[in-house]
């Protein structure tokens, strides 16, 4: 009996090395559990194996691209301060721009040149660099930046002597307190039909930043409203920098001017226009 059982051991042993030689020389390579599957179906059906389908190889996507916005700065190509209790002196000669209040309004003019730059701006920002800060601004005091609605010239005179450069009322056309364009600086009188008596500009403030008498270095005036509309055409842009409510005394500030950037061999503490853009 036990021979027997023996004998009877190999047949089913030699049957089923037989049976797996077959299925693997017709079967492509498959997982483990997916071909133990398949024999059962062949000993319990005697059909043709039942093999399943290969997985389809799954697309790989892409993240979406993203556009960087690029940075692009303007560098002033006009500035003066307009000085009421002077208001035929040309400044736009001058290495800084002056805004006050006490012993008589004094306020900033700048201007810059847009080129055309197609695409979707994403923010524009004015920038001026404080040259001197008198102690004077108490508990601090609003200066705000007015977008300025009529063509201008700078002009070259200086009416401060300023460190070694002596005043000087300049030659031809100027920007004074009367006059956007005055058509003869080196006298004392209003040359110009249309006085505009301090700057024409929008009576709303585009941007405003406080000052104290701890304010120091850069300041910035968001502006992206003036500029958005003529990114694509370009053109000629100015904004008129004063304080905020000039009937109150105290606070006097000295921003650097585009000669006043030159003269210390650093263009950038000059007013500057910086746009940061989508292409």
């Known amino acids: 009996n036990i021979g027997k059982k023996f004998v009877g051991q190999i047949v089913v042993s030699v049957f089923l090395v037989f049976i797996f030689s077959f299925f693997v020389s017709e079967v492509p390579a498959v997982s483990s559990d997916s071909l133990l599957d398949a024999y059962k179906n062949y000993i319990s059906q005697g059909s043709t194996l039942a093999v399943p389908a290969p997985v389809p190889a799954v697309e790989k996507i892409s993240p979406p ?101 002596p005043s000087m009322k300049g030659t031809g056309q100027g920007v004074t307190w009367y006059c956007a364009v005055d058509t003869n600086i080196s006298n004392d009188s209003r040359d110009c039909l249309n006085s505009w008596n301090g700057g024409e500009f929008d009576p709303v403030a585009t941007d405003r930043v406080f000052h104290t008498n701890a304010t120091l270095g850069e300041i910035v005036w968001d502006v992206t409203v003036d500029i958005a509309p003529m990114l694509a055409s370009g053109g000629e842009v100015g904004w008129v920098v004063k304080k905020e409510t000039e009937g109150i005394a105290g606070g006097k500030v000295f921003y650097y001017s585009r000669e006043g950037g030159a003269y210390f061999g650093s263009p950038g503490l000059g007013p500057r226009l910086i746009l940061e853009f989508v292409p």
């Open 65 to 165: 691209q993203t556009t960087q916005a690029s940075t692009h700065t303007l560098f002033t190509s006009a500035d003066s301060t307009l000085k009421k209790p002077h208001p035929n002196a040309s400044d736009g000669g001058a290495k800084v721009m002056l805004v006050k209040t006490g012993g008589g309004i004094n306020r900033a003019i700048v201007g810059f040149t847009v080129p055309s730059m197609p695409g979707v701006l994403v923010k524009a920002s004015l920038v001026l660099t404080i040259y001197e800060l008198a102690q004077t601004w108490g508990e601090g005091r609003w200066v705000a930046a007015y977008f300025v609605l009529r063509p201008w010239i700078e002009g070259n005179g200086r009416f401060n002597k300023f460190l070694d450069q």
